[in-house]
């Protein structure tokens, strides 16, 4: 299944696109300078394509320069707010410091896509995936387990192995992991 992209990103030549998608590959890796360097030259010339920021964040995140990863996020939201995953990782920023409160702004108080999307008709397995396990994440934290859980139940059908599903379930269930994991290794 493809990702479902933007205008801007459908407007660039197909020479610029097969380069973010080999970006793309490389930033799964330990990214070195190298391919930072191509994503900030990328945004300079085409600053109006979220994906790069946000290949830029997870760039500098998996290089472990956690002020530069917390910059572009920060930029990313602010030139595209209404982009899923510039908003998924604004509200990842206010989680790790525990600001539940600024999160639901962040998605405008709605926690369903076709409510947050009205005009969006189709929506990527991974957009789905980890917009409905942070939300999940998002209900545990502020007390609402119940609706964590439908959260939980329902995305981990589709997306069982997607690593916002898995890091929701070790949240909401942490007991039987620990329990698994005891047995595997012979404690018991």
Do not use: W
Request: glycine share 4%; hydrophobic share 35%.
């Amino acid at each position: 299944m493809e990702p479902i992209h933007d205008r801007h990103y459908m407007r660039l030549p197909d020479h610029i696109k097969d380069k973010i998608d080999d970006l793309y590959d490389l930033v799964q890796e330990k990214p070195d300078q190298t391919v930072i360097s191509d994503l900030e030259a990328l945004i300079e010339k085409y600053p109006k394509v979220p994906v790069l920021y946000n290949y830029l964040s997870a760039a500098y995140s998996r290089s472990g320069d956690k002020e530069k990863y917390q910059e572009a996020i920060k930029k990313n939201y602010k030139l595209n707010p209404d982009y899923l995953f510039a908003r998924l990782n604004y509200a990842e920023l206010f989680a790790q410091q525990g600001s539940y409160e600024k999160i639901a702004e962040i998605f405008d108080h709605k926690f369903d896509l076709k409510l947050l999307y009205p005009k969006r008709k189709k929506f990527h397995l991974t957009e789905v995936a980890n917009f409905m396990a942070f939300i999940g994440i998002y209900f545990l934290k502020t007390g609402k387990k119940e609706l964590a859980e439908q959260y939980y139940k329902s995305i981990a059908e589709i997306a069982y192995d997607y690593p916002m599903v898995q890091k929701l379930r070790k949240q909401l269930y942490p007991g039987f992991f620990k329990r698994t994991f005891c047995k595997m290794i012979g404690n018991r």
